[in-house]
């Protein structure tokens, strides 16, 4: 009985089902659920048919009346208009009123709301049928809106809709009288153009609304007890799923072995352990006894010992093979039960689960791999290791551990207490103990002792969370060596500490006095800058009143060297009034360089910048130091090619080249070459002048360029000069922002290089 009612849990359909039969075709099993929404849809599908059908007809209806109705009031308005026509030719009337216009209307006119109206040519109404529409002698359009002349067509072929004074909508067709003057307006209001189609398109929607109002209450009524049989059966079904899911969500099956029949029977959740199909829950133990491992003893010898012994519990494990290829460890529990059916009275049944113990199998293999690993490695580490339980027995050790208490093996055996372990070791002897600190609040302690043969260790203790504790012994000799270097590192720093103070308190005495000094160095530059500025401001005062008299001596000197006004007489007065002259002039020359160079520090010579042809300058500059090469017997060679434009100070270009080329004209002896090239190149402009003079030597090019300086020879001394031409040359270059260099061999010649920028 109870494996009747599983196997009916398990086996039985859950929802109605409906066979469709088909010509032609196999039958189609169709769902109570599937059912109740196609007759939803297939009515809904009828009433939206049925409407749009409906619609379609009444438009069309709409369409039939409209034409039919227009048709009928042009005829009775043709009609009447020919009616009129007639009767004032026959009785010869040439004025209309309401009894021409009666008798001129053919029977039924007046039907669905039309109205007959005689207007003049200005639009008052001369007749009215019936005679409330319009009032005789007043405007149509009191009636009817305005535009009705405007947008009605005479004799049209179809009927104008115009809106009424009162809001409603006429249709309206007008017809010319001819003889008797006037038209014929027919009106007809909108009530009577659609009254019959309003009505039959009413008598439709009321017929639609009763058959949607009987299908609608049919179909609920169906739903609503469809529903109530669906909620049994999502119930029943929802149950089902539950038991699925638990089983499912434990990893185990239901078993009930049919022991004499040799069938068993799975619920679907054993079909998913394996991965199979769960199409049928009935299997032959054959197909069981397939998928068990070779390795495993077979069931059915087990169920026979049960037998053997009479014994009702049966607990075994074993590996069934996966859809997949892989085998899955399962665990059944069961009872051997007696058949409970008539037939089956005799008929044991082995009745339990199975639970799919894969991963528990797994997870005992990767604890074991793990635990074999613990023990490697710890066997492995270079400290002694220990481990003890709650009750201070031996759980683990490795042999660092034996060798360092130098155990014998039988004690090094797991279970062992520590009472027996401490008895069997040898303990070293201790040359030196330093008590440790307990680290934390967990009894954790670290102890540091030396042994006899001078090695350290450090034995750190601590409590595991069971109870028992842990103990790792590590060698720290070389730690401790380190340690006393690094102490005798400290001490030795120590004293560096010391005499770096000494050395730090000695440059801050230093740093003192050298502040003072740079106090001073401060004032006494501010009081030198002072007489620098006081001696530009006094030389650049005096320079008027040294020019003054030097400019008298120079040219009274001149007028008595070429006897402007007679002959002095003695040849010696006019070699002294040379003299004279050339010392003036040598005097007036020492005092503009030292004017300029005073000017040029001061910082009040400001540059005129311009665009300068240099083949014209370098012809000024030749034709002022030209006659001072002729006097000393040299060649003047230039080569300027580049006839190109640049942009400079012309008078301090001028003095530049002035003072560079009397240099080389005055240093240079008798015979000598001096050279001037001009050029553009990718720095700017480049002047070189060149000479084959008495050259300078290395150790003196550095001098050159500052205020007074001059290299001491025998020949500079014959030549003599202030020592300021090339100074201020090369602050005139500067204030370019251009270079000057200088390069030299003595006995061979010098080379002056100008560099000014192209912008």
Known sequence: MQRALIKEWFTRDRSLRVRIPVPGLPAIRISEKALRWLILVLTSLFLMALAAALLLKLMEYRRNHVTDQTAMTLLHADAAAQGLRMRALESNVTAV??????????????????????????????????????????????????????????????????????????????????????????????????????????????LFGVTLLILTLLTGSFHWQSARASEADD??????????????????????????????????????????????????????????????????????????????????????????????????????????????????????????????????KLNQDAE????????????????????????????????????????????????????????????????????????????????????????????????????????????????????????????????????????????????????????????????????????????????????????????????????IGTPKYIEYANDIRRSGQFLLDVINDILDMSKIEAGRLDLEIEDISFPVLLEEVLRLVGPRAAEGKLSLVHDVKDAIPFRADRRALKQVMINLLSNAVKFTPENGTVTVTGRHGSDGFVVTISDTGIGIPQRDIQKLGRPFEQVENQFTKSRGGSGLGLAISRSLVELHQGTLDISSMVGKGTTVTVTLPSS
């Open 97 to 206: 009123d309401n009894e021409l216009l009666q008798g001129s209307l053919v029977p039924g006119a007046m039907r669905d709301g039309r109205a007959f109206v005689l207007v003049d040519s200005a639009g008052l109404v001369l007749a009215s049928e019936p005679g409330d529409f319009a009032s005789i002698g007043k405007p149509l359009t009191e009636v009817l809106a305005n535009s009705i002349f405007a947008t009605v067509p005479v004799n049209g072929k179809t009927l104008t809709p115009v809106r009424a004074a009162n809001g409603d909508t006429m249709h309206v067709a007008s017809r010319d009288l001819g003889r008797i003057g006037g038209n014929l307006i027919v009106v007809q209001n909108d009530d009577g153009f659609l009254g019959n189609w309003n009505a039959s398109a009413n008598q439709l929607a009321m």
């Open 235 to 364: 119930l029943l079904t929802l149950a089902t799923v539950r038991l699925d899911r638990a089983l499912d969500g434990g990893g185990c099956g239901l078993w009930d072995w049919d022991i004499a029949t040799g069938r068993i029977f799975w619920s679907s959740s054993m079909f998913g352990i394996l991965g199979l199909d769960g199409k049928s829950e009935m299997l032959p133990y054959r197909d069981v006894a397939a998928r068990m491992h070779p390795n495993d003893q077979p069931l059915d010898k087990l169920v026979d010992d049960l037998l053997k012994h009479n014994s009702l519990d049966f607990d075994h494990e074993f590996r069934m093979r996966h859809a997949s290829g892989h085998w899955v460890w399962l665990r059944a529990r069961a009872d051997l039960a007696p058949g409970h059916l008539k037939n089956d009275i005799d008929a044991p049944h082995l009745v339990g689960i199975v639970f799919d113990i894969t991963r528990q199998k797994e997870l005992d």
């Open 372 to 567: 074999v690993r613990l023990k490697d490695a710890i066997e492995n580490i270079s400290e002694a290791f220990v481990l003890w339980d709650t009750e201070s027995r031996l759980v683990l050790c490795n042999s660092k551990y034996q060798q360092f208490h130098s155990l014998p093996a039988s004690v090094c055996v797991p279970g062992t207490h520590y009472n027996v372990v401490a008895q069997s070791s040898r303990e070293p002897v201790v040359k030196q103990y330093v008590p440790g600190q307990i680290i934390d609040k967990s009894g954790a302690r670290s102890v540091e002792v030396q042994l006899a043969d001078g090695r350290w260790l450090q034995i750190n203790e601590r409590r595991t969370k069971d109870g028992g504790f842990v103990s790792v012994g590590t060698d720290i000799t070389a730690l401790k060596k380190q340690e006393e270097n690094l102490l005798s590192s400290e001490k030795t720093l120590m004293e560096t500490v010391r005499d770096l103070q000494k050395e730090r308190q000695t440059a801050e005495e230093q740093s003192q006095r050298l502040a003072e000094l740079a106090d001073k160095y401060a004032s006494e530059k501010a009081r030198a800058e002072a007489a620098n500025r006081s001696k530009s401001e006094f030389l650049a005062n005096m320079s008027h009143e040294l020019r003054t008299p030097l400019n008298a001596i120079i040219g009274f000197s001149e007028v008595m060297t070429n006897e402007f006004f007679g002959p």
